[in-house]
């Protein structure tokens, strides 16, 4: 099988809102993908998407935009390549007033010829009355659309062999182009469809068509570069088939020639369409009866409304009255089997007359069975049962909600859809809905958990906060307390300076006593001197009073009253030399406890002085953490007022 292009493709302005899926026809043509936690884009899968163009016009977001050959077209009539072009009758019907101008653009640019595809829808007519007769076909399904025909090969094979044989108008244009009037050119379909691209890589209709160029595409290539041309007129006349492009065109085609009495089902839109196909396998397969021909295009409004016609043309009714007065005008003013004064028979006759050179064989074709590499997975009971689990829908109830917000019709179809890899649980509304109360009910207990956290948080800080006073009134007592100490430290500090005062002092006065018993001793030596000398000249004395006799008696009683003053004093002496020396040692040792006493002094005034200096610090310490108590103290009222806050 031939590799599909990607003929419509995702933007990044895709939202992932599933608009695009809900208007498929094709329920594995669209694939969720996941960005990011919070962000998704639906893709398009090349290989599924049958390129109908129902997502373009479902998207309010521009996230879709389309492919087609007008790029290669310009690139190769600029190389020199002969090339004509054959443009849908819609094109007349967008632009009435302007079409032929259109047209004249295209032959500036270099295009050879330009041919209306109505010419080929009469042979499409031709070729589906003829077979129909030979074969004795009944409830044949017409082809004209690319999209419907792609639908049938991958998704509905069983209605193969009800599709028509035939080539679509544009081949059948192509065909006689190339066949039958020996144009060599390369061909150019001008139309409003973006399926035509797959119908013209198909190998089953032989490289015919080399370009599918839009109207969209082309318009806005002309005006942007400013491209005009004269008028021109259409090469090949067309009758009947110029309505093909409206809804029920081709009905009317075949009640033309065949009455009205000629049952011709009609279905037209993404959704009736597919849904319509979906009925008639059932009906076929039941062996009920069936329409001569079911008619069907894709587009709502035909091929006039086609996915690449211009955003200001689109849901335009102006389109369908300018086909209804072209075949008005055709009927009135034409020949042969397009003259409304014919009878039918008489029209059929010209018909087979006009086409009499072509030969069917030369229009029809095969089909491709593509269901194989399309097929749709469908989850078997028990599988589906796992899926909906896994979407949150466990009850009968919950499995057929059908919303359609996932974008699937049924709550089995986006089942299938996850089944086969193309969307997740998540896309589900109601599972997204369950999720959010499951994460309510999560949130509704942890706020629980949290109001009973600040509680015990709004207490703890309570106690905290009545401990923190606590502190703060011991701190204030011990700073206070501590002040009394510095302040004692620095009033014993001072009595102890006195007392050093007082001890240098005295130190000063027994060394002054010190020197005073010194000289005592000094004239306590030289009386007992003197006293020595005055015990010898009474000695003297008393040897020369001896001598004296008589005359030496008075003399004698003075010397023994001055030997017994001579004693005096040396024992006067002496007793004071043993008292000094009891001072001394008196002195001596209090001397000696006085400098202990001024060690002592010297070491308590130390301390003191450390105590002092310890006391500012302690007190600077102290008031630091009153400072930082008073500011947890801030903070834990905050915290309990935002605790009860909470609450």
Known sequence: MEALRELIYTTDRCIGCNR???????????????????????????????????CLDACEHNARGFEDDLEQFIADLRAGQKISVLYAPALEANYPGEYKRILGALKHMGVNHVFSVGFGADITTWAYLNYIQKNHLEGGIAQPCPAVVRYIESFLPELLPKLMPVQSPMLCAAIYAKNYMGIHDKLAFLGP?????????????????????????????????????????????????AVYPMPGGLKENIRWFCGEQVFVQQSEGEKAVYETLRRYVHR???????????????CEHGCIDGPAVEETKRGNDDMLYAVQQRRAAGQ???????????????????????????????????????????QICHPDGAKLREIFAQMEKKTPESQKINCGACGYATCEEMATAIYNGCNKPDGCIHYIKHQVEQEKQEVEEMSKAVLDKNRRIGEMVADADGQLALLSGSINAMTEQNTNNANESIS???????????????????????ALLKRLEENNNGIEQLALRTQLLSLNASVEAARAGEAGKGFSVVASEVRSLSEASKQTAQESNHNKDEI????????????????????????????????????????????????????????????????
Not at 202 to 230: A, C, E, M, W
Not at 284 to 294: D, R
Not at 351 to 357: C, E, G, Q, V
Not at 367 to 372: A, E, K, L, N, P
Request: glycine share 6%.
């Open 332 to 374: 009135a003013n034409g020949r042969g089997p397009w003259s409304q004064w014919r009878s039918r028979k008489s029209r059929w006759k010209q018909l087979n007359r006009a086409f009499s050179k072509l030969r069917l064989e030369d229009f029809t074709r095969r089909y491709t069975d593509r269901s194989q590499e399309n």
């Open 284 to 298: 076929v397969k039941a062996g009920k009866s069936l329409p001569l021909l079911l008619d069907v295009l894709n």
């Open 584 to 647: 001394s040692q008196t002195l001596e040792q209090l001397t000696a406890d006085v400098g202990i006493l001024c060690r002592v002094t010297d070491k308590v005034n130390e301390r003191l002085n450390h105590l002092t200096a310890n006391s500012e610090e302690i007190s600077a310490a102290a008031q630091d953490i009153a400072q930082a108590t008073r500011q947890l103290g801030v903070h834990f009222e905050q915290l309990n007022e935002m605790s009860r806050e909470s609450q």
């Open 20 to 54: 695009c899926i809900s208007a498929c026809p094709v329920l594995t043509a669209n694939h969720v993908v996941e960005l990011g936690e919070h962000e998704r884009r639906i893709q398009v899968d090349a290989s599924k998407c049958i390129a109908c163009g129902s």
């Open 492 to 514: 014993i500090t001072t009595d102890m300076q006195e007392i050093v005062e007082f001890s240098a002092k005295l130190t000063q006065v027994l060394g002054e006593v010190g």
């Open 193 to 241: 469809c973006i399926a035509k691209k797959a119908e013209i890589d198909d190998p089953n209709t032989h490289g015919y068509v080399s370009y599918n160029v839009t109207f969209d595409h082309l318009l806005q290539y002309l005006r942007k570069n400013r491209i005009q041309g004269d008028p021109v007129e259409e090469e090949w006349p067309a009758g009947m088939g």
